[in-house]
């Protein structure tokens, strides 16, 4: 058996992608975009090669687009074989998929005018609507923990990850040669007791493992003290009139958010102000996790039982924003207020506009609430940029940036560890993706010295035989 890691590998946190070879069988595991880094278009529009011809089957982790973006190339490659995932992670799928063709189709719009007035020739986008259509027709939804049959010799397994609603960790179990072997892909790994969604549910056996190393070199701040700084600097902000913006991810963080200040509300922790969801994505993304209660935790359940959460923001005076020229009125509301909207990285969406608007005035609070990749905006404003570039004009960063780690959907190192204590006993080999160079060399280091097992770090083009 051959593994051949396309993405998150080599020091980089996106374009997850690995395909798995036996004598029998081609299975791609996640086929994710690449984010935020330079040349991230080039890497994508790498053409789909006879590396991914002759595939049996593709397996999803979760919906989230570094492990999801570059699916629809798999159509444009003639794939028709199955798309196998869990129910809500098909549903995600569809939704940020589409998203994804529709920013590009819009934002090459406009790239194109451009090209065309300097006498150049139009780009076409990464894939279209049509793509992801054609793409969502193969999709066939898994039940957790019920092993499936997905390609000759190979069986899947699905268990929770706790990382977004239909996140799983994957174990395949691979009859290849005359022998058997069992390889484990973790995913992205949720936070342990974060509200919402349950804990992630580890493995207990594998010869092999694939483990995420988003955060492996630290701990968040506990989920209670961040949730302290947060209702400390909403007062701040309302004592000050300023408005908040939240770079959101639409899938999982909004969700969050919403509930916890529909909690701050319902408490007591902070006077009722307006919260704007500008993002159409957050709010169907919203709508699929109503929808899929049995993968709430029970604090979750028990939240919404006794109130609504939308009834609770509306009646502080938010509301969601759908169109454009909703999401232009914001920048006429005065604050307080609590603007959310994507991209959660700051490299696209309504977000760029609101922080072209309001970035240089001292009153404004940004508060970052997720992982920011290298050469993003939002990477740039955690390391304390002083000057941003938004849509080619310089804007000064004159409001306070917070950073909310506490928040953040990716285990820490702690619950890493804790993931992969059950399987440690059995010495398994340990392949460490999905990491900057920093943080899963330090998670190598500690699961040298707590279980005696030396990590391997690929490169984009290594291949993992097993």
């Given at each position: 058996?051959?593994?051949?890691?396309?993405?998150?590998?080599?020091?980089?946190?996106?374009?997850?992608?690995?395909?798995?070879?036996?004598?029998?069988?081609?299975?791609?595991?996640?086929?994710?975009?690449?984010?935020?880094?330079a040349h991230a278009d080039d890497k994508n529009r790498v053409p789909i090669t006879n590396n991914f011809a002759g595939?049996?089957?593709?397996?999803?982790?979760?919906?989230?687009?570094?492990?999801?973006?570059?699916?629809?190339?798999?159509?444009?490659?003639?794939?028709?074989?199955?798309?196998?995932?869990?129910?809500?992670?098909?549903?995600?799928?569809?939704?940020?998929?589409?998203?994804?063709?529709?920013?590009?189709?819009?934002?090459?719009?406009?790239?194109?005018?451009?090209?065309?007035?300097?006498?150049?020739?139009?780009?076409?986008?990464?894939?279209?609507?049509?793509?992801?259509?054609?793409?969502?027709?193969?999709?066939?939804?898994?039940?957790?923990?019920?092993?499936?049959?997905?390609?000759?010799?190979?069986?899947?397994?699905?268990?929770?990850?706790?990382?977004?609603?239909?996140?799983?960790?994957?174990?395949?179990?691979?009859?290849?040669?005359?022998?058997?072997?069992?390889?484990?892909?973790?995913?992205?790994?949720?936070?342990?007791?974060?509200?919402?969604?349950?804990?992630?549910?580890?493995?207990?056996?594998?010869d092999l493992i694939f483990l995420e190393s988003t955060y492996g070199d630290r701990d968040h701040q506990s989920f209670?003290?961040?949730?302290?700084?947060?209702?400390?600097?909403?007062?701040?902000?309302?004592?000050?009139?300023?408005?908040?913006?939240?770079?959101?991810?639409?899938?999982?963080?909004?969700?969050?958010?919403?509930?916890?200040?529909?909690?701050?509300?319902?408490?007591?922790?902070?006077?009722?102000?307006?919260?704007?969801?500008?993002?159409?994505?957050?709010?169907?993304?919203?709508?699929?996790?109503?929808?899929?209660?049995?993968?709430?935790?029970?604090?979750?359940?028990?939240?919404?039982?006794?109130?609504?959460?939308?009834?609770?923001?509306?009646?502080?005076?938010?509301?969601?924003?759908?169109?454009?020229?909703?999401?232009?009125?914001?920048?006429?509301?005065?604050?307080?207020?609590?603007?959310?909207?994507?991209?959660?990285?700051?490299?696209?969406?309504?977000?760029?506009?609101?922080?072209?608007?309001?970035?240089?005035?001292?009153?404004?609070?940004?508060?970052?609430?997720?992982?920011?990749?290298?050469?993003?905006?939002?990477?740039?404003?955690?390391?304390?940029?002083?000057?941003?570039?938004?849509?080619?004009?310089?804007?000064?960063?004159?409001?306070?940036?917070?950073?909310?780690?506490?928040?953040?959907?990716?285990?820490?190192?702690?619950?890493?560890?804790?993931?992969?204590?059950?399987?440690?006993?059995?010495?398994?080999?340990?392949?460490?993706?999905?990491?900057?160079?920093?943080?899963?060399?330090?998670?190598?280091?500690?699961?040298?010295?707590?279980?005696?097992?030396?990590?391997?770090?690929?490169?984009?083009?290594?291949?993992?035989?097993?």
């Open positions: 058996m051959k593994i051949f890691p396309h993405g998150a590998v080599g020091g980089e946190v996106t374009g997850s992608a690995y395909l798995v070879e036996t004598d029998k069988a081609r299975v791609l595991v996640d086929f994710g975009l690449f984010q935020g880094m595939l049996n089957a593709v397996l999803l982790t979760h919906a989230h687009l570094d492990h999801t973006g570059r699916l629809p190339l798999l159509i444009q490659g003639g794939y028709t074989g199955p798309v196998y995932c869990t129910p809500a992670t098909a549903e995600m799928t569809n939704l940020i998929l589409r998203d994804a063709a529709k920013i590009q189709e819009s934002d090459l719009e406009r790239i194109n005018r451009k090209r065309q007035r300097q006498g150049r020739e139009p780009v076409t986008p990464l894939y279209r609507l049509a793509d992801v259509e054609a793409l969502m027709k193969l999709v066939k939804p898994v039940a957790y923990k019920q092993p499936v049959a997905v390609a000759p010799g190979i069986t899947a397994q699905w268990v929770e990850a706790g990382h977004m609603l239909g996140s799983a960790s994957i174990q395949l179990t691979v009859e290849d040669a005359g022998r058997k072997k069992v390889v484990v892909f973790s995913g992205d790994l949720g936070q342990r007791n974060a509200p919402i969604l349950m804990d992630f549910e580890p493995f207990t056996s594998a209670e003290e961040t949730l302290n700084q947060f209702v400390e600097i909403v007062n701040i902000a309302v004592n000050e009139r300023g408005k908040m913006l939240v770079p959101t991810f639409a899938v999982g963080r909004a969700q969050l958010l919403c509930t916890l200040l529909a909690w701050m509300f319902r408490k007591k922790k902070a006077p009722p102000f307006p919260v704007y969801l500008d993002s159409p994505m957050a709010i169907e993304a919203t709508n699929i996790y109503a929808k899929h209660r049995e993968l709430w935790d029970e604090e979750m359940q028990n939240f919404v039982a006794e109130a609504s959460i939308r009834g609770e923001l509306e009646q502080a005076g938010g509301h969601v924003s759908v169109t454009a020229d909703d999401s232009k009125k914001l920048n006429e509301a005065p604050g307080p207020c609590l603007i959310m909207a994507g991209a959660g990285m700051c490299n696209a969406g309504r977000i760029l506009h609101h922080l072209r608007a309001n970035l240089w005035k001292p009153e404004t609070h940004i508060l970052i609430v997720g992982f920011q990749g290298v050469g993003t905006i939002g990477r740039a404003l955690v390391d304390g940029a002083k000057e941003i570039n938004i849509f080619g004009e310089p804007v000064a960063v004159k409001g306070r940036v917070h950073t909310l780690g506490g928040f953040s959907a990716h285990a820490g190192q702690t619950d890493l560890l804790w993931w992969f204590k059950s399987l440690a006993p059995g010495k398994p080999r340990v392949v460490l993706t999905h990491g900057e160079d920093g943080p899963r060399r330090e998670l190598a280091k500690r699961i040298l010295s707590d279980f005696g097992i030396t990590c391997q770090m690929p490169a984009i083009a290594e291949v993992i035989e097993a």
